[in-house]
């Protein structure tokens, strides 16, 4: 008979141990070595067989252990100067307390509230929809959760009052295997939250809190919180897995991107508006501070911008309008993919449906909701709901995830800001970057502790890696290599026999894979874009490489399909097979359940990390920044985060075929040139060996490529950014409108208005300037502008002339700015504007001029996307400078 419900009973320790429980329920373990160098020491074996997860270690450790544990000394003492290390890393200041001058941190131990920095955000909510902590928390799918796990934790290692918002999955993602011909199959384990290292947040009467969502149908939505402690980030995740709901409602939080339609706009309900209101409820228990600034971590997250908006409206009586601008000032907003196909849509009829009728909350009006969502630009869907245009109107600051994909962004919703070029669309951009203590193997940094300690205290410490010994890098590698390799074999074991094999089937898997073989990873999720199989366009070449006498390759391959894309299970069973043929087998394997701790396996133990998307449709990447880190080289397209950073001596770049050839064509060059670039570059360098067995020029790109990368690629470098480029300024912009009983958001709503309903009459009506036949460079070109303010004041306009090089269709590149002054009026209301442009370049030179509005609470010229433009070029003047 199989059990109707599975859950975990949770081991009372004994007195002396109790602290264990404390260090189990903070997820700092996951990146603090001593701390799991203590779990391992409960129970060398048992730590082994429960895959390095404390909450099983404890829930399943013999009372006898226990009681053993409790009377040893030795064990007590480390467990004493554990916890208090973990108190000590919890209260101390850090980077964010020094940089905004505080002298405490705000944290679970310390008071709350206590020593916020002046002038910094008192506290921030970071919204996502997944977040890759650790694999003993299965609550991710992809890059998305592991940029957001590693945000969380590096903002705890910098002391930033970073608070997270996500969903519990009742199954998590998927487990993957495999059929025994190699088809991708999926399962999904239930979830115990009682075997996590979670707890449910709780009133202080001890009942668990409830957020409910209003429904259409009269079914609301309820929800409770279970509560996780990221080092000193506190992590809320909402779960509708309650006995208030029916089924249907259960089923919200069933599973990760799991359903469509209106399951999957359930779960972004909850998570958004559910997430502000278990924020409401977390600070109203702990004390904990309101947060200043919101961070939208992709667009499933947007309706937290509706929720906070019926807030202010309900409780500080604003407007709509007003409550819109109090939001955006305070909410950042990043995008993470350059494809319109990875943004969430819904009909309009869908959002009607949940947000209209008898579900439309008077303060949030669903006309008022639609026009956010609403795709009204040329190109449009204007049938759809776009999560995505949501949350970039939702938000004063908005971001891509790399510089490529910032300029990418800022093409594909250019739409939005009509009238400016695509350069002056604002979306920034931050590239991502990666947590060390999580994706460095153990080995690594323990030999940069020893040889380079300067490292850790500044940017400019990671030029001495150049002088750590070659040898000592080489038998690193080496060892992280062969830890691979052992870890792969008894994967692909485990693999073989669930698709059917007999022991005497996989004998061979004994030998598969070498310690001593150059060792390329690719591992990812498989859309179409990121051409898994780009490597078997020409088989036998393959082969080849593969099979080399004397330069051999293997190849060490995982990766998930979402369970839809028939496509992508396509292509991993195409490399199923490949791989599983006899003459190439011990050398390509696929490793089927790709998560985080084989992932850690793969960037560490890799020599090269491969990655061939199509250009430009990788937003960011993350596997290869780890892989550097961890002494392997990138041979990769130059896409996302290797576009601006690879500099030649750091990997190998794959040529890119992007705009030049056909599908099909563009594949066949690309893969061409990175067999080329295997077999007579990476190959080559690797196994040129000197007198001592070393690759020299091999371990001198090694080198370079950790202290080049090293201080660009980490976390602490994304989050620092992140503090002083958007959550700062967007915390100053919050404290504006929020002033005097939110004054600047009910004045600047005011003004928005006036300003958008006049803008129809604003024109630019004639342009002259005192052009020589021949300027040169130095002087100066006089310009003077009759504009028409359509009833505006001159305060609510910047009127500007834009100037510089121009192309061969007299299109300004990369332009200057210069704001002109206001004049004397001219008839009829008309006033005349006078500048003067330097001429600072020789060669073909052109100016326009153009009207914006006006604001100090902007962020910048094109907010309100309203621009005057001059008629036609006729009247102005272009040439060429000597």
């Known amino acids: ?105 705000s944290s679970p131990a310390a008071p709350p509230g206590a020593g916020e920095p002046a002038g910094a955000p008192s506290s921030i909510a970071y919204f996502s929809p997944e977040y890759g902590i650790t694999a003993a928390l299965p609550q991710y799918s992809g890059g998305l959760g592991i940029l957001a796990g590693d945000h969380l934790k590096t903002a705890s290692d910098l002391g930033v009052p970073l608070i997270g918002v996500g969903l519990l999955y009742r199954h998590g993602y998927f487990s993957q295997s495999l059929s025994p011909d190699g088809w991708q199959l999926e399962r999904y384990p239930p979830i115990d939250p009682n075997g996590l290292p979670l707890a449910l947040l709780r009133e202080h009467d001890g009942t668990p809190v409830r957020v409910t969502i209003g429904m259409p149908h009269g079914h609301d939505l309820h929800a409770q919180v279970w509560l996780a402690r990221v080092g000193r980030v506190p992590q809320l995740l909402l779960d509708s897995d309650v006995e208030e709901n029916d089924q249907s409602m259960r089923d919200v939080t069933d599973r990760l991107y799991g359903g469509g339609g209106d399951h999957r706009l359930l779960q972004e309900m909850l998570l958004g508006i559910g997430g502000v209101r278990a924020i409401r409820a977390y600070g109203r228990i702990t004390g904990h501070p309101a947060p200043e600034v919101f961070h939208t971590n992709e667009g499933h997250a947007g309706f937290l911008g509706l929720e906070r908006i019926r807030e202010l409206v309900s409780e500080y009586g604003l ?23 990875g943004i969430d849509r819904f009909p309009r009829e869908l959002i009607e449906k949940y947000f209209g009728g008898a579900s439309e909350e008077p303060d949030v009006p669903c006309e008022r909701v639609l026009a956010l969502g609403s795709e009204d630009y040329p190109g449009g869907d204007r049938t759809v709901f776009n999560m995505a245009v949501m949350g970039m109107r939702l938000a004063q600051r908005v971001n891509g995830v790399s510089e490529l994909h910032g300029r990418v962004s800022r093409e594909m919703f250019g739409g939005l800001w009509g009238g400016f070029d695509t350069s002056e669309v604002p979306i920034g951009s931050i590239t991502n970057g990666v947590h060390a203590g ?30 750590v010994r070659e040898d000592e890098i080489w038998r690193v590698r080496r060892l992280l290599r062969e830890r691979l390799v052992h870890d792969a074999r008894r994967r692909l074991r485990e693999s073989w026999r669930q698709r059917g094999a007999s022991e ?108 061939n998307p199509l250009r430009p449709l990788e937003a960011c990447g993350t596997s290869g920044m780890k892989a550097a880190l ?17 500099d030649g001596q750091n990997g190998w770049s794959i040529p890119s075929a992007d705009g030049l050839a056909t599908p099909d064509r563009r594949d066949e060059l690309e893969a061409a040139a990175l067999y080329e670039l295997i077999e007579d570059h990476v190959a080559v360098t690797f196994y040129d060996r000197d007198a001592a067995g070393l690759p020299r020029h091999w371990l001198e790109m090694v080198k370079h490529t950790i202290a080049t990368l090293g ?23 919050a404290r504006a409108m929020a002033a005097d009983k939110h004054a600047g958001a009910r004045s600047l709503a005011a003004w928005k208005r006036r300003v958008a309903d006049a803008w129809p009459g604003v024109a630019v009506e ?36 834009a100037y510089g090089r121009v192309d061969d269709a007299d299109a300004l590149v990369d332009p200057a700015y210069a704001e002109l002054a206001a004049g004397e009026p001219v008839e009829n209301g008309r006033l005349r504007y006078v500048g003067e442009v330097p001429l600072e370049r020789s060669g073909s030179f052109g100016y326009s001029v153009r009207v914006v509005p006006n604001h100090p609470m902007l962020s910048g010229r094109a907010e309100l996307g309203l621009v005057a433009l001059p008629p036609a070029p006729a009247g102005m003047t272009n040439g060429n400078l000597r």
């Open 766 to 801: 004639h342009v002259e300037s005192n052009a020589e036949d021949s300027p040169h460079v130095g002087g100066r070109l006089a310009v003077r502008v009759v504009v028409d303010l359509g009833g505006l004041d001159p305060a609510d306009v910047a009127v500007e002339v």
């Open 630 to 646: 961890n002494g392997g080289l990138n041979l990769s397209i130059r896409d996302g985060w290797w576009d601006e950073w690879y």
């Open 504 to 611: 005497a089937e996989i004998s061979w898997i004994d030998d598969a894979l070498d310690p001593d073989v150059l060792t390329i990873g690719f591992a990812r999720r498989v859309p179409s874009y990121k051409r898994l199989t780009l490597m078997m366009s020409d088989p036998d070449r393959l082969r080849s490489i593969l099979l080399d006498p004397d330069r051999p390759v293997q190849i060490v391959i995982a990766g998930k399909a979402h369970p839809a894309d028939e496509g992508g299970k396509r292509l991993i069973q195409e490399i199923v097979r490949f791989a599983g043929s006899e003459d190439v087998r011990h050398r390509i394997v696929f490793l089927p359940d790709y998560d985080m701790a084989l992932g850690q396996l793969l960037v560490q133990g890799c020599d090269v990390w491969m990655n």
């Open 319 to 341: 407007t709509f309008d007003e409550a819109l601008e109090a939001t955006r000032a305070g909410t950042v907003f990043t995008t993470h993919t350059p494809v319109p196909a």
């Open 1 to 105: 008979m199989k059990a109707i419900r599975r859950f975990t009973v949770r081991t009372v320790l004994p007195e002396p141990l109790r602290q264990l429980e404390e260090l189990v329920l903070n997820l700092r373990w996951s990146w603090h070595h001593e701390t799991l160098d203590l779990f391992r020491a409960v129970d060398p074996e048992l730590w082994r067989s429960v895959g390095h997860d404390p909450v099983r270690l404890l829930g399943e450790v013999a009372p006898e252990r226990l009681e053993r544990l409790a009377g040893d000394r030795r064990f007590l003492r480390r467990l004493q100067d554990t916890a208090e290390d973990l108190h000590d890393y919890l209260t101390a200041p850090r980077w964010y307390q020094t940089r905004y001058g505080a002298g405490a941190a």
């Open 438 to 467: 999580t994706w460095v193997a153990r080995e690594i940094l323990e030999l940069a502790a020893r040889e380079v300690p300067s490292v850790i205290e500044s940017a400019s410490g990671w030029e001495g890696v150049r002088h």
């Open 711 to 733: 201080p660009k690629v980490l976390a602490t470098r994304m989050v620092r950014d992140y503090v002083e480029e958007y959550y700062a300024p967007a915390a100053a912009s």
